[in-house]
């Protein structure tokens, strides 16, 4: 009688560079019989007596009783990344439980995922990776803070795995000698920004119903009679007037014939458009620039979620579903709503994902933003991402806590150049960093009332120079000053604890436009 191997129980997650001893089980019919074989990616066999890897061929060959054999395997420390294949055999007499296939998002088999097996043998495998780094760092989403002088942090956490809390400080300075910081709040962890950065096609993809020529943007005089042609002359530069290529153009003979006509060229005052149009000498012709809400990406399609933050260049925008809904009999008790169109925020839009070890490393498709873009958003690499842990988990895929985030600003000193005998005018040697409204001590600082803060004399100035302060003092040449409440350096520290590591080395932005000011 043909005995059965149920199940093969052995967790398959991927390895840490340090190794680990993994315990198994072989469930099935007593006297089921079954040859274990494991293989590095270096072709060499796993030894169940040694626990080691070897040259020459060894397996495990034994015979299932009550219902179960258990044992383990010591999978080594290593210098790189490894593989290891495994390969369960039945034996003559036995068989595999039926075969139930999975399969990922590019149809290929997932061997794992799938059990059972209608051959003789069943194959699995684990992947042994090198521990992966985050990055922790100082970044202005919007670019207007500046930040030339950068230091970031790194924890280092074994892929796929937990790291226990581990501190961490960064900073960044400012490199422009009358620049400085001030702080405006504390940081949270909801400061933190992750991104990923796709690069938009060649082409927006019009949704169907939608307006992609939606204002008049433009116009023109046209400067001598069009007759049946595609080159048209206007009485001043056309890109001047703010026309631009794929611009629609209206008001000319013919029109209702050819209902969309773009603009495909620009030399100076002549224009070319897409069709031979009619048009007299004098007559003002309109332009509408296309927008579009869909466009095409290279990659990250399936990292990117609605309510996701765009960003290209200095426009932000963020990651919408599309909903175009007409409403009938509105405000009567027969209202209703019409659903016209509708398109998820993102969608492969027929391409097919790539992966690698069963991650998806790369799906290109298409993305719905909150806004109609121009044409120029073709081609442009953006970022893509969102704040806080949850922007971390869902674009990269770790999941971390992050506490006891806190800015500090490095005291700035200098000194006084000349003594000061009953005066709010003080000399001091450098006025880089300080700021108008910043507080005043040191030596000799008459702090009775409080300590006096700087009225003039400060704020976007460096080197030498007299400040003027908010209360008359009386200091020697040479002593130093320290001035709280702005700065050219900025330090964040904190403590995060890895919950879970993604599967790569990535890189989290603390985005200091939140909560640091410069002037």
């Known amino acids: 009688m043909t005995k059965t191997i149920t199940n093969f129980g052995l967790d398959l997650s991927s390895i840490s560079a340090s190794g680990e ?3 198994f089980v072989i469930a099935g019919d007593t006297g089921a019989g079954f040859i274990l074989e494991i293989k590095n990616e270096d072709n060499y ?11 020459a061929q060894s397996d495990l060959e034994q015979s299932i009783t009550g ?34 296939e999975a399969r990922f998002a590019d149809n290929s088999i997932d061997i794992n995922s799938s059990t059972g097996s209608n051959s003789l043998m069943m194959k699995k495998v684990i992947y042994q990776y090198l521990d992966v780094t985050l990055t922790i760092t100082p970044f202005s989403l919007s670019g207007n803070v ?5 230091s970031s942090d790194t924890v280092i956490i074994p892929r796929g795995k937990s790291k226990a809390k581990t501190n961490f400080s960064i900073s960044c300075a400012v490199t422009t000698a009358t620049k400085a910081y001030k702080l405006i709040k504390q940081p949270t962890q909801n400061d933190l920004f992750s991104y990923v950065s796709p690069v938009v096609g060649s082409a927006p993809v019009n949704i169907p119903g939608e307006d992609i020529y939606p204002a008049h943007t433009a116009s023109g005089v046209i400067d001598s009679n069009v007759s049946s042609s595609t080159s048209v002359a206007l009485t001043e530069d056309a890109a001047g007037a703010g026309v631009l290529v794929g611009d629609r153009i209206t008001g000319f003979a013919l029109e209702a014939d050819n209902p969309i006509i773009t603009v495909s060229s620009i030399s100076g005052e002549d224009i070319v458009v897409s069709s031979a149009i009619s048009v007299s000498s004098g007559v003002t012709v309109k332009f509408f620039k296309r927008k579009n809400y869909r466009w095409p990406v290279n990659n990250f399609v399936h990292l990117i979620k609605p309510g996701m933050f765009v960003q290209d260049g200095s426009n932000i925008t963020s990651i919408s579903d599309y909903l175009d809904v007409t409403t009938l009999n509105a405000g009567t008790v027969n209202e209703q709503k019409v659903v016209n169109e509708a398109v998820g925020a993102s969608e492969p839009g027929g391409n097919i994902p790539v992966i690698s070890e ?3 490393t790369t799906l290109a498709g298409n993305i719905i933003l909150d806004s109609q873009q121009l044409l120029s958003f073709a081609g442009n690499t953006l970022k893509v991402g969102n704040y806080g842990p949850e922007g971390l988990l869902s674009v990269h895929g770790y999941n971390t806590e992050f506490t006891d985030v806190k800015a500090t600003l490095t005291t700035i000193t ?26 005043v001590s040191g030596i000799g600082i008459d702090a009775s009332a409080a300590n006096p803060t700087i009225s ?15 209360a008359v003092q009386t200091l020697e040449k040479n002593r130093t000053l320290t001035f709280a409440g702005s700065s050219t350096t900025v330090t964040v520290t904190g403590n995060v604890k890895v919950n879970k590591s993604g599967t790569a080395s990535q890189t989290v932005n603390i985005d200091i436009d939140r909560f640091i000011s410069i002037t």
Do not use: M, W
């Open 67 to 100: 219902g179960g054999y258990s044992g383990s395997i010591k999978f080594p420390r290593v210098g790189d990344a490894d593989e290891y294949n495994i390969s369960l055999y039945a034996k003559p007499g036995t068989k595999h439980v039926t075969y139930n």
């Open 21 to 23: 001893v993994r315990d």
């Open 456 to 470: 003039s004399g400060a704020s976007s100035l460096d080197g030498a120079g007299t400040i003027v302060l908010s």
């Open 414 to 439: 200098t000194t006084t150049t000349a003594a000061v005998n009953k005066s709010a005018n003080v000399a001091i040697a450098d006025r880089g960093g300080i700021l108008n409204g910043s507080v």
């Open 358 to 360: 069963g991650i998806i």
């Open 45 to 55: 066999y796993y030894n169940f007596v040694t626990n080691k890897f070897q040259a």
């Open 146 to 150: 500046e930040c030339g002088s950068v």
